[in-house]
């Protein structure tokens, strides 16, 4: 794809900022060069609360969680003037063309080829990966913390990390981003970033290029090793 060229990042949005947070980025982002992704937030998370009663089957809990990730969008882009809803990468470049912001519908993309096991392991940010790398764009992974920790970050002694290299993230149990983002990370060959969206103006710093001193907390996914 030619992607690089009018799309220089995939801002994954993580589903806890919906909506206040999600919607405020989203309108920040304009001009920005950006495709958003959105995750699912609390519908995502009420499939996964009833899988685990009722152990759906890996194909219908990876798929209707899917769906959950367009509702977010559809409802996020009605609230944001400069985003348009995109069902394919050509569709999102074309929008981009016309500065506004492409808002990706994964489900269409992932309907003919997913290329991904049905995993509660894989989630929207795995597959912000996916598409970055299609697009040959930067990643941002925004979340409502500040980047990943040594353990949960409300408990007793919990430290930021500022980077840390993809390998050593593969042993961890649990984080702020899904259990195979690292191993894409690595496949790829490309870094990723990880930072608080409660502040857009710390994922917009991360995005321009003409800004290289970063006065907040973030942390960097080492994933090229070149």
């Given at each position: 794809m030619g992607g690089i060229d009018i799309i220089k990042q995939v801002?994954?949005?993580?589903?806890?900022?919906?909506?206040?947070?999600?919607?405020?980025?989203?309108?920040?982002?304009?001009?920005?060069?950006s495709l958003i992704i959105l995750g699912g937030g609390e519908f995502a998370n009420l499939i996964r609360r009833y899988d685990?009663?009722?152990?759906?089957?890996?194909?219908?809990?990876?798929?209707?969680a899917i769906d959950c990730m367009d509702i977010v969008s559809k409802l996020v882009c009605d609230k944001v003037d400069s985003a348009k809803l995109a069902y394919s990468l050509k569709e999102?470049?074309?929008?981009?063309?016309?500065?506004?912001?492409?808002?990706?519908?994964?489900?269409?993309?992932?309907?003919?080829?997913?290329?991904?096991?049905?995993?509660?392991?894989?989630t929207s940010d795995s597959i912000a990966a996916y598409v970055s790398n299609c697009l040959n764009a930067n990643l941002l992974i925004v979340t409502n913390v500040n980047g990943i920790y040594t353990r949960e970050p409300t408990e007793e002694g919990s430290k930021l990390i500022s980077k840390i290299d993809a390998k050593k993230l593969l042993t961890f149990e649990e984080s702020s981003i899904d259990l195979m983002l690292p191993s894409l990370l690595l496949e790829f060959g490309t870094n990723c970033y990880v930072v608080n969206g409660?502040?857009?103006?710390?994922?917009?710093?991360?995005?321009?290029?003409?800004?290289?001193?970063?006065?907040?907390?973030y942390t960097l996914i080492i994933g090229d090793y070149e």
């Open positions: 801002v994954k949005i993580g589903g806890s900022l919906f909506p206040e947070h999600a919607i405020k980025l989203a309108n920040e982002l304009e001009n920005t060069n685990s009663s009722e152990n759906f089957s890996s194909e219908a809990t990876h798929y209707t999102a470049e074309e929008i981009a063309s016309k500065n506004l912001t492409p808002i990706f519908i994964v489900s269409e993309f992932l309907k003919n080829k997913d290329p991904f096991e049905c995993s509660w392991d894989v409660m502040y857009p103006k710390r994922v917009l710093s991360l995005i321009d290029d003409n800004i290289s001193d970063y006065n907040f907390d």
